[in-house]
């Protein structure tokens, strides 16, 4: 095993984490698909409204690569396809039968999946849609299967508190974690199973860790993990898998089942139920958020690294997190002459840094964006060192060459750079654009 070190980073200390216990969610009526919310597909129809589709039933295909199909996580009668502008196609709402019936798929015992060649894995998991699961880096777009991996890296997602744990997701699926990794090893011959230092696993997950990162948030992101052990810029072309993904690539793959459940993370100081529940993939916000007041923002997809959905919206295929938190947006009066005892904030312009309790966070920005000072808090934070002032400035003017200089496409877009900004500059949003643009200039 080897342990690496990452120097830099940050832990918000935010109150409302989910606690390690898992429930479970009864049925819903329906479940969504939000092809918006995945990051760079061309995303084209093949069903349409009215139209019966069972579990494993494709809904639409990526323009891009028609062969990258994502099929449906329920069966019933597609009840609506939205769009959003330009016709992006926003969702898709499946109204559930009572009784739901499953697309067939064949299932590959542990025997045959050794003495599987690589292209044929390939293309069952494609067919069953689950080649999405596999990301590549550094774009983080989905896996391109035509060209092989330096190395896959499985992320186990210890640090973030508001992602689903893995003492919770993979909690009895021995079985199904040792028939993924022997999947990826058909796919490529260097894999690295990562985890957080420190963190409790059960012996069967520690026997197949080969590294720790130790350090602050985000240390055991794919990417900096990759940023500390390559040693050639080819190394760059990893594919990574979180491993709740993995074990339900695995579960497809060995059952012939189309996965129709995932653990989802549930916190924030707004949440009702600060836990893990076990629930249909793509239900709709308010089966999770029951209870709650208008009080509250939800976020998918993590804290610093997620995007704002409405109560009224479904959760997308991939999200594992839902986190509430305060608006924020309501006038802080004097808030000035207040010493921040209870306030969250990296500055040591508050009290609270006196303060160890978790503290809540909210989603105001607290202040307008102003001109970069120059600080050099957010390169003081980011743990693949880059200078996200410098590099975002050259993206400003148009320097992409410099940017990429200056280590643009080692940025795992964590956040913090922006979280950490004194003058309020959505740094990671920026260099995370320019990273998308250049990629899809370049293919
Ligand atoms: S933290 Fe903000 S103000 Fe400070 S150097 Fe970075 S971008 Fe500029
Ligand atoms: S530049 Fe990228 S990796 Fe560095 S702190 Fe900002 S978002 Fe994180």
């Not at 449906?72 to 992006?88: D, H, L």
């Not at 209870?342 to 160890?356: A, G, Q």
Request: net charge neutral; charged share 25%; with cysteine.
């Amino acid at each position: 095993m080897i342990n690496i070190i990452v120097k830099k980073g940050y832990d918000l200390n935010i109150a409302g984490r989910p606690m390690l216990e898992m429930d479970k969610l009864e049925k819903p009526e329906k479940v969504a698909v939000l092809p918006e919310h995945i990051p760079f597909i061309i995303p084209r129809l093949k069903v349409e409204t009215g139209q019966h589709v069972k579990i494993g039933t494709p809904l639409f295909e990526d323009k891009r690569d028609t062969r990258l199909v994502f099929l449906s996580p329920g069966a019933g009668v597609i009840e609506r396809i939205t769009y959003g502008k330009r016709r992006v196609i926003r969702e898709i709402v499946i109204h559930l039968d009572k009784d739901e019936t499953s697309e067939s798929f064949e299932p590959i015992g542990s025997e045959k999946l050794e003495s599987m060649d690589g292209q044929d894995l390939t293309e069952r998991l494609v067919q069953g849609g689950m080649w999405p699961f596999l990301k590549g880096l550094p774009f983080r777009d989905i896996a391109d299967r035509q060209k092989p991996p330096s190395s896959i890296i499985v992320a186990l997602n210890s640090k973030d508190s508001f992602l689903p744990s893995p003492q919770v997701y993979l909690s009895g699926k021995e079985d199904l974690f040792m028939y993924g990794l022997s999947m990826l090893k058909r796919l490529s011959k260097t894999v690295h199973v990562m985890v957080a230092h420190g963190d409790v696993l059960p012996p069967w997950v520690e026997k197949n860790i080969t590294h720790t990162v130790k350090g602050p948030y985000p240390c055991d992101d794919p990417g900096v993990l990759l940023f500390h052990i390559k040693t050639s810029q080819a190394e760059n072309n990893a594919y990574y898998i979180n491993g709740q993904d993995l074990i339900l690539m695995a579960g497809f793959l060995r059952d012939g089942r189309f996965p129709t459940h995932r653990v989802i993370a549930l916190g924030g100081s707004k949440a009702r139920v600060k836990t893990h529940v076990l629930a249909r993939i793509g239900l709709p916000i308010k089966d999770l958020v029951k209870g709650g007041d208008d009080s509250f923002r939800v976020v998918a997809g993590g804290v610093l690294r997620g995007y704002r959905i409405s109560t009224d919206s479904y959760l997308g295929f991939f999200e594992s997190s839902l986190t509430l938190l305060a608006k924020g947006d309501e006038e802080d009066f004097f808030g000035f002459l207040r010493p921040g005892f209870k306030r969250p904030s990296y500055s040591r312009t508050f009290l609270s840094v006196l303060n160890p309790s978790a503290l809540p966070m909210d989603c105001g920005m607290h202040g307008e964006e102003r001109p970069c000072v120059n600080c050099g808090t957010c390169a003081s934070v980011c743990p693949v060192d880059i200078l996200p002032q410098f590099t975002f400035k050259c993206i400003q003017v148009g320097e992409v060459e410099e940017s990429l200089a200056h280590g643009l496409l080692d940025c795992v877009e964590c956040g913090l750079c922006t979280y950490v900004c004194p003058s309020k500059i959505d740094v990671t949003m920026k260099l995370k654009t320019a990273k998308a643009e250049y990629y899809k200039e370049r293919a």
